[in-house]
């Protein structure tokens, strides 16, 4: 019970097969593995059919309530191999006075190391682990090299972690206190990420870049998992997610093609909005003109430094989900993302990242624009905690050793 | 389901009355207090011998596992004046490498507002805002003063926060972003308080300072209920705390009565050890001197700015806790502490904040001097994230438009 409290039980494993997530082709599982050979994402799939017989809703619900949980639809198979921080279920939190009567927030600014990176990188690096890797490399705009240093010193992995010169200074320090050797480099992160790629072909590292490898999907995954659970098995109306790489977006859809094919739940889907910064919109701009790809954003600029990505890898995928949903691509100004931090933190007391600020400002225009209507059900993603972030400085100083004038305190 | 979904369900309550912690003399539950007449914190009582009879600790485990599922031990009467931010279960982490095989860290940073001030301050206010109260003062060192400003915004209570002039920036910024007003003052947490005591006197605003009301400690006390459930109804051999006002650890050994009360655990108590910084160590003088309370530490400086509290109203209370069970009250400098939290960080992944940095440091001097045994299991306290405290920096640039020297990263 003791040093392991944290820790799942031992459990079964259904992981197939890995799959391409654009031809359908198919490689083994529990092998190393980055893009398929088509240069896409591979996706892990599962036994759906078994598990669907030798598992049901009602034992998922009584299990502790942290990700592990899940262990049948995750990929990794041994107990031993999971480097576990403490990866709790985060709670929904309404803001009734800054959103609205029907809107939740799900607050992953309470996982490991402040941000639902923990969520993939857990995975990644426990899957590393068990397949052998010694040496991971990663371009990070902050909070995925926070998760990927901590979990990989935890269980003796070496990490190079590449990030924007201007990446949020909490961010490169935490990285560094938690063993990665961090670079701030002069260049966006898709160009920190072809530095990791040169790296990779000369043989260096593991490349854990967004999507280059098939297992951040099915931690970001749990998201949605969670989420279905926690609202009684049905899905909310709309769902805001703030979308840099989109792995999240793309696992949570992932997530309830699989809990419907399970029977855990129906075919409804929440409308998907990704949400982007009006400085760096590649995704808005493909869903507006109509295409299957995005073209790399210039001159990306954004106080959501997590959703600054002007070139996302899985695009296709994050384009399908959307649209599939009958949700939109939606660009914020940084103005009503900081006046929407300012109005949950002031009005409702919950502290949001400026990314997850970015949904609330994208949710207030989507109500206006009759995107989303006041009745309907949503729930925001805070992708990360608030302190991580530069906040408004303050000037009241008091001299206790003046008369105190208590009318103006 | 929907827009209460991280709060309670409706339960039963059990609040007998107030009791004096110095007199024993008894005050009416439900009506607003401050000390008792002898000018000594008020504590809650309940009728354990019917809870005993009418809840098992099986009821209590089947429930969701926010601090919500121990109502009957907690003093809000109607599921609707709690003011939840989703105040979850905090996971125990093993820190192997750092600590050893048998130490667990209980990471309170993942509360609402990133830390245990959280538990505390989420009681006090529903019990403030049931009891009609609509405007609260408070001296803070930091990380209550965020919290009560989150919770008192959301529930529309008006704040005045005093602090020293040099607590750490990100909680005074976040007390204002939150809705506080909150002022810099030239003095100790201490001397903030006399400042908020006037104001009391004065009937401006009711005084939520550490152990002058009676909910504080109730809140805080879910610390030593949750432990109990999470180790399966068995305590750890030894708990390190990081003490200021005390209150969390008063609290806890009020927990295990009131367990043992209802015959959920034994009589077997772990030893606490009450962690201070050398630079501000009024318990530990007051432990090793053999007196029941503890004289006021003159020019208080340490790194942990949270354990800065020169005099505890509670210092009695926490005496009395220490020595009945076995434990000690121990100082640690400031070297020891920092160098506590870059191993934790690098070797096991874990930020901890400084005053958790010192409870490590403690416990390995606690080690070497035979005070605990390697054998033994340990919980160390990490009280707030990591995050909001000031980090090395790092000074690692890389220019991409130079050749990369691969070898060098």
Not at 7 to 27: D, F, I, K, M
Not at 54 to 69: C, F, N
Not at 292 to 313: Q, S
Not at 318 to 340: F, H, M, N, Y
Request: proline fraction near 6%.
């Amino acid at each position: 019970m003791r040093s392991d409290a944290n820790l799942t039980a031992e459990r079964p494993t259904y992981v197939t097969n890995l799959e391409c997530s654009a031809t359908g082709e198919h490689y083994p599982a529990d092998t190393l593995q980055q893009l398929s050979q088509a240069g896409k994402p591979l996706l892990v799939r599962y036994d759906l059919a078994r598990i669907g017989r030798e598992l049901s809703r009602d034992a998922i619900e009584s299990r502790p309530s942290d990700m592990w949980r899940w262990r049948e639809l995750l990929p990794v198979r041994r107990k031993e191999d999971i480097v576990s921080l403490g990866e709790i279920e985060t709670p929904l939190i309404p803001i009734p006075r800054s959103g609205g009567a029907n809107v939740l927030v799900k607050d992953e600014g309470r996982l490991p190391t402040g941000s639902f990176k923990a969520r993939g990188l857990v995975m990644a690096v426990s899957m590393a682990k068990a397949l052998g890797v010694k040496r991971i490399a990663m371009p990070t705009n902050g909070n995925a090299g926070a998760a990927l240093a901590a979990y990989a010193s935890r269980c003796g992995i070496e990490t190079v972690i590449l990030c924007p010169e201007d990446t949020p200074e909490a961010n490169v320090r935490e990285i560094a206190l938690q063993g990665g050797r961090v670079w701030r480099v002069n260049g966006l992160i898709d160009e920190c990420g072809a530095i990791v790629a040169e790296g990779t072909r000369q043989g260096r590292w593991f490349d854990l870049s967004t999507l280059k490898e098939p297992y951040r999907i099915e931690g970001k995954k749990t998201m949605g998992l969670e989420l279905a659970l926690q609202l009684g098995w049905k899905l909310p109306d709309a769902i805001f997610y703030p979308t840099g790489g989109g792995t999240g977006l793309i696992g949570m859809w992932k997530a309830f093609d699989e809990l419907e094919a399970l029977g855990w739940i129906g075919s409804e889907r929440p409308k998907m909005f990704a949400v982007q910064a009006a400085g760096c919109a590649p995704i808005v701009k493909a869903f507006d003109e109509g295409t299957d790809h995005a073209e790399r954003w210039e001159n990306a600029h954004t106080v959501a430094a997590g959703i600054r990505v002007p070139k996302a890898l899985g695009d296709f995928l994050i384009l399908k989900a959307v649209r599939e949903s009958g949700g939109a691509a939606l660009a914020v100004e940084d103005e009503a993302t900081l006046q929407a931090v300012a109005d949950a933190a002031g009005q409702d007391g919950l502290l949001l990242c400026p990314e997850g600020g970015a949904t609330l400002a994208a949710y207030r225009e989507a109500l206006a624009d009759g995107l989303v209507g006041v009745d309907d059900e949503v729930v925001l993603f805070n992708c990360a905690t608030g302190l991580k972030y530069p906040m408004p400085p303050v000037e009241n100083d008091l001299d206790r050793h003046q008369p105190i004038d208590f009318d103006a305190l």
